[in-house]
């Protein structure tokens, strides 16, 4: 039996001895796969009181993290996710400060704090502006996992230093928490947790377990008769289930689904007709094939016989078609259309009519500087695709670039690619294993370091210079390279 991330959330606000309630909060429980891929995320703002229309600023700030984050790319980590979405959020709420009357007192402006946690996997991703605080609760104890930005002028008096919509940016606390079964976080507004304490947070619990809501109602209503003034907030997330180290759709595909054999000319399967052999390795075998209900050929990738019972293998084989249908780009390869459930592991891409990069430089021995420029600004756009997806190609060479008739250049071969977001979500899938070949492997690999976009572009380098001189820049010397002190010398 699998198991996946599942948590108790209990919520409640008050406006207290207020006239209205400038607090908003929030969360979201979302089903597979965006459970796996971005996480439960759990929000909590708090308008500062001198504004009239602070509150709007609150429930904005709520709503647009519960709805841009699920819209961000599966392929981002939570930290740029969430952050690009709160810089958004942020310059947005400053813009509507900046049109109104009030344009040059922020006191009265559009300005909230912001709390957020998000539960991906097995860790806890939190981000902090303002005052409004996060803490976990261990053994009746709470330990404040978030630190206040208020300026504290004198015993009765103090500032925020730090707000959504306070400014054009925004200076985003970012922190990562381990997760185990049973932890507990509370998420509060200044009107709980400076009326309340760590004993009576924990015994409401405790009395509640069932009900969580019920828990954060009594807290509240414990604060208030403590004489807070001030709107009233908290949320209580409960960790109750945590996901298994495999959990992925990509894994679980690679294990489902058996690998098919080989393939003959005119022989029919799933749905598409054979038509011939296109390319064999020791990695995967690559047909011409044509859909039976469209007529459009595709290439059709099956995994390599002799790899298929290593373990991991399927499991990057399948991996490149999860790549390509994240990536929208004239220098990607594109993955065929998705019309007919699968039965085995296979891969359909678009089929393009030219020749390697690799096989061009055979037949091109004296590369002019024009063209070589021409085919690596290509290269680069493709590169720059996966870059913006928090991706890392990994197998940069002459061989996984295609050239087609019309002159379009295309990044192909996807298995080695580096996924940030997956690798968050499934930490098991990280490999020390050096996936590229290793001619065109960037030297960080050989150190034990992980790679970044630098990595890649010296695949390209090597590969620009290779069309100049016909020659490797370092020959096989880079492959040898074990520590930091080897490579200085090269």
């Not at 209205?20 to 308008?47: C, H, M, R, Y």
């Not at 790899?307 to 293998?313: C, M, N």
């Not at 390209?460 to 069309?467: D, E, G, S, T």
């Amino acid at each position: 039996m699998v198991n996946h991330l599942k948590t108790s959330i209990g919520q409640y606000s008050d406006k207290g001895r207020k006239e209205i309630n400038q607090d908003f909060f929030g969360a979201l429980l979302p089903v597979q796969p965006a459970l796996e891929l971005k996480g439960i995320s759990v929000v909590l703002t708090d308008g500062i009181s001198s504004s009239n229309v602070s509150q709007i600023a609150a429930e904005s700030t709520v709503k647009s993290f519960l709805t841009d984050y699920y819209c961000t790319s599966d392929t981002w980590t939570v930290k740029t996710s969430a952050s690009r979405v709160i810089q958004a959020t942020n310059s947005w709420l400053h813009s509507a400060t900046k049109r109104s009357i009030d344009a040059y007192d922020m006191n009265r402006g559009y300005v909230c704090t912001l709390s957020a946690m998000v539960f991906k996997a097995r860790t806890a991703h939190l981000f902090h502006v303002g005052d409004s605080r996060i803490y976990r609760l261990e053994g009746g104890s709470l330990e404040q996992l978030t630190n206040d930005h208020r300026n504290v002028v004198s015993s009765v008096e103090s500032y925020l230093s730090r707000a959504i919509g306070m400014a054009d940016t925004v200076n985003i606390d970012y922190r990562t928490a381990a997760l185990n079964v049973g932890d507990i976080f509370i998420m509060a507004t200044d009107g709980v947790y400076e009326h309340t304490n760590a004993k009576h947070i924990s015994q409401m619990i405790a009395a509640h377990q069932d009900d969580l809501d019920m828990a954060a109602q009594m807290i509240v209503r414990n604060a208030y008769e403590n004489g807070s003034a001030d709107n009233l907030t908290i949320q209580i997330i409960r960790i109750d289930s945590l996901p298994d180290t495999e959990a992925n759709d990509v894994i679980a595909q690679s294990k489902t689904l058996p690998a098919p054999p080989l393939l003959d000319a005119q022989q029919e399967f799933e749905g598409y007709k054979v038509l011939r052999p296109l390319h064999s390795n020791h990695r995967s075998h690559i047909y011409l094939v044509q859909d039976i209900e469209s007529g459009e050929k595709y290439a059709l990738k099956i995994p390599s016989i002799d790899l298929r019972e290593q373990p991991g293998y399927l499991r990057q084989f399948m991996m490149e078609d999860w790549v390509m249908r994240r990536i929208k780009n004239a220098h990607v390869l594109k993955a065929a259309p998705q019309t007919r459930k699968r039965k085995f592991a296979y891969i359909v891409m678009e089929y393009i009519q030219g020749q390697t990069l690799a096989q061009w430089m055979i037949d091109n021995p004296k590369c002019d500087l024009k063209t070589m420029r021409e085919i690596i600004d290509q290269v680069s756009r493709g590169l720059r695709a996966f870059h913006r997806k928090e991706m890392l190609h990994q197998d940069l060479r002459p061989q996984n670039i295609m050239l087609d008739e019309d002159g379009t250049v295309k990044l192909i071969d996807f298995g080695s690619t580096r996924v940030a977001g997956v690798l968050e979500a499934s930490p098991d899938l990280q490999s020390n294993d050096i996936l590229g070949t290793l001619q065109y492997t960037a030297p960080e690999y050989f150190t034990g370091e992980t790679g970044s976009k630098r990595s890649d572009y010296f695949s390209l380098a090597v590969i620009a210079y290779q069309m100049l001189t016909s020659k490797l820049p370092y020959g096989t010397q880079v492959s040898k390279i074990r520590n930091k002190a080897q490579l200085k010398k090269l």
